[in-house]
C-alpha cells in the first residue's frame, strides 16, 4: 500500500513503523522562530550606552553672551558633564543652561573672538574632549549681550 502524499510535504518514518507527514518548509521557520526569539532576549538584557552625539546648533550663529540650543543624543546631565566650543587652537567653555537627553543651551561666553566654533564635550565615561559635528559661527557683537 502506498501513501500518497500533498506537494512539499514529506513522510517521515517512525521507529514504530508508521508514516507522519511533515512540511520541509516548517523546521527552517521554527528554527529562524528560535533564533530570533533569543536575539531579542539577548538584546533586551544587554543594551549597549548611546554614544553622546550633537547633531546641529541651533541657530547656527550668535555674539557673545547669546544663548544657543544643540540638538543630539545622549545629551543629559549624567552623561555630558562640560561643553566647549573649539577652533583646534583654543577651547572655550561655556554655561550650560538647561539640559535634556536630546538638547542643551548655552551661552556663549565673553572673550570668544569671532569665527566658526565646533562643538566639544566632555563625557563621564571618557575624560577626553570629544569634538562633535556641529558648528556654530561667532559673529562681532555690534552692541550689549542681549542674553537671547
Same mark, same amino acid.
Given at each position: 500500500?502506498?501513501?500518497?502524499? +500533498?506537494? !512539499?510535504?514529506? &513522510?517521515?518514518?517512525?521507529?514504530?513503523?508508521?508514516?507522519?507527514? @511533515? *512540511?520541509? %518548509? /516548517?523546521?527552517?521557520?521554527?528554527?529562524?522562530?528560535?533564533?530570533?526569539?533569543?536575539?531579542?532576549?539577548?538584546?533586551?538584557?544587554?543594551?549597549?550606552?548611546?554614544?553622546?552625539?550633537?547633531?546641529?546648533?541651533?541657530?547656527?550663529?550668535?555674539?557673545?553672551?547669546?544663548?544657543?540650543? +544643540?540638538? !543630539?543624543?545622549? &545629551?543629559?546631565?549624567?552623561?555630558?558633564?562640560?561643553?566647549?566650543? @573649539? *577652533?583646534? %587652537? /583654543?577651547?572655550?567653555?561655556?554655561?550650560?543652561?538647561?539640559?535634556?537627553?536630546?538638547?542643551?543651551?548655552?551661552?556663549?561666553?565673553?572673550?570668544?573672538?569671532?569665527?566658526?566654533?565646533?562643538?566639544?564635550?566632555?563625557?563621564?565615561?571618557?575624560?577626553?574632549?570629544?569634538?562633535?559635528? +556641529?558648528?556654530?559661527?561667532?559673529?562681532?557683537?555690534?552692541?550689549?549681550?542681549?542674553?537671547?
Amino acid at each position: 500500500m502506498r501513501a500518497t502524499v +500533498a506537494p !512539499g510535504l514529506h &513522510l517521515i518514518q517512525r521507529k514504530e513503523g508508521t508514516m507522519k507527514r @511533515t *512540511n520541509r %518548509f /516548517m523546521i527552517p521557520v521554527l528554527l529562524l522562530t528560535g533564533v530570533a526569539g533569543a536575539l531579542t532576549v539577548f538584546a533586551e538584557k544587554d543594551p549597549a550606552p548611546q554614544a553622546i552625539h550633537v547633531r546641529e546648533v541651533a541657530p547656527p550663529q550668535g555674539k557673545a553672551g547669546d544663548i544657543l540650543k +544643540a540638538y !543630539g543624543d545622549a &545629551l543629559n546631565a549624567e552623561r555630558v558633564l562640560e561643553v566647549y566650543l @573649539t *577652533n583646534q %587652537f /583654543m577651547d572655550y567653555r561655556v554655561e550650560i543652561m538647561e539640559q535634556t537627553d536630546h538638547w542643551f543651551t548655552f551661552r556663549i561666553p565673553a572673550g570668544v573672538p569671532e569665527g566658526k566654533f565646533r562643538i566639544a564635550v566632555v563625557g563621564s565615561d571618557s575624560p577626553s574632549v570629544l569634538e562633535q559635528p +556641529a558648528f556654530v559661527k561667532v559673529i562681532e557683537a555690534k552692541g550689549p549681550p542681549t542674553g537671547e
